[in-house]
């Protein structure tokens, strides 16, 4: 059974930073791409940052996060990291890790096959 958790989110006022940590069990980590979407109050789920496991470490951002959130996968640990700095209330949602076996890099959350149950992100004006 594919387990995936997060952690990490909480209050921050807007300019700071927050580290979103997601622990992954059950599915094959090294060979699979892992993502990070995010959902505020009466909005559809956003991708925000997308992982792939190639040698050359394919990464892709959305715009609106684009230069101040980094995402990282540490294979040893079965982890994947969500860096974010200069937040803004904007960023404010439940921010969801996703993954799914394979290489298969997507901004879709049809694409993905797994999902953990969310962590939240409140950033104060």
């Known amino acids: 059974q594919v387990q995936l958790a997060e952690s990490g989110g909480g209050l921050v006022q807007a300019g700071g930073s927050l580290r979103l940590s997601c622990a992954a069990s059950?599915?094959?980590?090294?060979?699979?791409?892992l993502g990070w979407f995010r959902q505020a109050p009466g909005k559809e789920r956003e991708f925000v940052a997308g992982?792939?496991?190639?040698?050359?470490?394919?990464?892709i951002y959305s715009d609106a996060v684009k230069g101040r959130f980094t995402i990282s996968r540490d294979n040893t640990k079965n982890m994947v990291y969500l860096q974010m700095n200069r937040l803004e209330p904007e960023d404010t949602a439940v921010y969801y890790c996703?993954?799914?076996?394979?290489?298969?890099?997507?901004?879709?959350?049809?694409?993905?096959?797994?999902w953990g149950q969310g962590t939240q992100v409140t950033v104060s004006s």
């Open positions: 996703t993954g799914r076996e394979g290489w298969f890099l997507s901004q879709l959350p049809t694409h993905y096959d797994y």
């Open positions: 059950g599915l094959t980590f090294a060979t699979s791409t």
């Open positions: 992982i792939s496991w190639d040698s050359a470490g394919s990464i």
